[in-house]
């Protein structure tokens, strides 16, 4: 696999920062001095936090669009080349790999309209 410029990387509940750290520390030991990129809920509520001891080398708090470009331009990075973001509805997980499967985790979000419930 070539080596990656950088790493984008999620978090989720907040009391979960530890398997954060865990997981950053890893990637550092094992793909050193390729940047990660932390966001996910856990960035975005426990920001401070986050920056002070997730190890990320970057910490982005809130939504980020499907175009990653103003990502790579608000941490001064180089964009990779330009090629088609995928939409998220395209994205199917790929289960073949596995031989046995006995469950799966799931993350969606939710959309409420504020007029739902009214009339």
Known sequence: MPRPDFILMTSGMTC????VQETV???KRVIPNVP???GGLYATLCREHAVRSSGADHVISGQISLN???LFDLLGM???SAQPIPKS???VPAFEPYDRLEGIAIRGTAV???TMGQG
């Open 68 to 70: 990653p470009i103003p």
């Open 78 to 80: 180089n964009s990779p």
């Open 16 to 19: 979960w920062y530890t398997g």
């Open 89 to 91: 509805d395209d994205l």
């Open 112 to 114: 409420l309209n504020s």
């Open 25 to 27: 520390s890893f990637l």
């Open 36 to 38: 990660v990129i932390l």
